[in-house]
């Protein structure tokens, strides 16, 4: 069974506007993680976020993490074609020998050009 | 340095047949994972090696699947007896560490995409 839930399943946007999609999830964590997925292609690692920070930026990514509400957002700001992918949240738990990616069903972004 | 390499990056074959699919991690990387991902879905975990040794394997549908990393390098995933619901995308991961709390990402190579006629 899949631990987290992305919201929306899919969003579709102009080039150059934002992107937003949320995550929630179930269990207690150790760290939250965002992935990027093209059509056919692996899971290309974003950004990491540890259970005791808030938000973290990289480039024209900002994640953001809610431990009491179990939930994460990713913005994605002045989105480009190709920004256009699935995007999934994955979590790891607080135990000293669970190292396992639990991953969600994913947000699929198109950006029209 | 290279990513993570999986062979073959296509693999249909027939109902019952048995099949290995590879998995070059990053060169140095003393933890590898296997995940599989149906269509639509996110990965699901199958199993997890600390160097040689497979730490985790609860994953693991059934004991069709058997999967091996002899030198704490290449893995190997093996499915035995191969049914249609084994159809998926298989990918591998592999992070620099393991072990719980380790704040490593996993890096994925781009998957066998395995279908079974």
């Known amino acids: 069974s899949q631990q987290g839930e992305e919201d929306p399943q899919a969003l579709s946007i102009q080039e150059g506007e934002n992107a937003t999609m949320n995550c929630s999830y179930k269990?207690?964590?150790?760290?939250l993680q965002w992935y990027r997925q093209n059509s056919g292609r692996g899971l290309v690692h974003l950004i990491l976020i540890r259970s005791n920070e808030r938000e973290k930026h990289s480039g024209r990514l900002r994640v953001t993490l809610d431990t009491s509400k179990k939930s994460s957002s990713l913005l994605i700001t002045a989105s480009r074609a190709a920004d256009t992918a699935s995007y999934f949240c994955a979590t790891d738990r607080p135990l000293a020998n669970d190292y396992k990616l639990s991953f969600g069903a994913g947000t699929t972004v198109t950006v029209r050009a | 340095g290279a990513g993570v390499s999986q062979t073959p990056s296509n693999k249909v074959t027939e109902k019952g047949k048995y099949v290995e699919l590879r998995c070059d991690p990053i060169s140095g990387h003393t933890a590898l994972y296997w995940y599989r991902q149906s269509l639509g879905q996110g990965p699901e975990f199958l199993i997890y090696?600390?160097?040689?040794?497979?730490?985790?394997d609860s994953g693991l549908p059934n004991d069709r699947f058997f999967a091996v990393r002899p030198e704490g390098s290449v893995s190997t995933l093996k499915i035995q007896r191969t049914e249609r619901g084994d159809s998926a995308m298989y990918l591998c991961?592999?992070?620099?560490?393991?072990?719980?709390?380790?704040?490593?990402?996993?890096?994925f190579g781009d998957g066998t995409r395995l279908s079974i006629l």
């Open positions: 991961a592999s992070s620099l560490t393991g072990g719980g709390g380790n704040n490593q990402p996993q890096h």
């Open positions: 090696f600390q160097g040689t040794g497979a730490a985790d």
């Open positions: 269990t207690s964590i150790n760290n």
